[in-house]
Each structure stands twice: as structure tokens, then as C-alpha cells.
């Protein structure tokens, strides 16, 4: 018995160490560095895991958030509130907020329970997205990739504690 929990554990290591469909593809050694939930009003939204080139995270490239959702999205849903988040951390241009919303809106599907959604935020800037492992459009423009992974890495983030958990193997976003 102990022998085969061993095994079980050694299995489920293994697999949970693999990056998600894209990301070693465009990521040189890419490292889990933290995970944690997202939860609204007791609620859970989504997992989240950090991938990073090497295991150095990097704001300004090679690395990978990987989300897996807890119950049904829209895909317009998740543009929009990622374009909420956006102008909550200080974005204040209406119109090029609303170029992006189209932007992101055309990037993302809609998401069942248990699916996983994956952006790569490359070296250049630009940002490779996946949905079950499927390339999805991609995000050309630096400072729109910047923006939406700040809604999770910048300091200034809704959910601190979800940032701090997704950095853990960076020294906490230090």
C-alpha cells in the first residue's frame, strides 16, 4: 500500500510539473514558480499557475499564467473584465481601452468548468495565448500584454495574496 501511494504521489508530480500545451514551445526551460485560486464573494473562479523561462520570473517577458476555470465564462465576459481590471490600474485612455477590449475580445473563447486558458508573455513583448492546448489570436502590442498580466503580477493588484502565491518561487515578486 505505501508503495503504491508513493508511486501515486511520484505520478501525480510528474504530471503536475509538465508546462500546459504552448509553453515549452515558446519558453527556454519553463518552471512552475507558484499557484494559488482566485475566489469572488467565497467563490471560486479559476486556478492560476506561474510558469517561468528557467524558473526567473521576468516582467518584461518569458513567462506563462496558466488559469484553469471553475465554472462557465463568456469569452466578451473575460475581455471586459480584464479591461476593468486594466483601467483600475491606471489606465486612462477610453480609447485605447476600448481598441483593446476588441482586441481581447477577439482572443478569448468561451470556457467551461475545467478548461485552461494559457498566456505566454514572450521576451518581445507580444503575448501567445491557448485554450485546451489550441493557439488562439495573438496579443502583438507590448503595452497591452504588459497591462493584462498586471491585473495578476503587478503590486498593485486586486488579490495580493493570489500574486504572492504565483511568485512564491521568485522571492514573492521581489
Known sequence: ??????????VTATVCAQPPAGVAELLDDPKPLGSGEMRWFGLKLYDATLWASGGQYRAEGGFALSLRYARDFDGVRLARASIDEIRRLGERDEGKLARWQSVLESVFPNVKA???????????????FFHQGKGLPAVEERA???????????PRTREPALRERLLAEAGGGR
Open 144 to 154: 497591452l500584454s504588459d497591462a493584462f498580466f498586471a491585473i495578476w503580477l503587478d
Open 1 to 10: 500500500m505505501r508503495r503504491l501511494l508513493w508511486l501515486l504521489c511520484l
Open 114 to 128: 475545467g478548461e485552461v486558458i494559457t498566456g505566454v508573455k514572450r521576451a518581445d513583448g507580444s503575448a501567445r
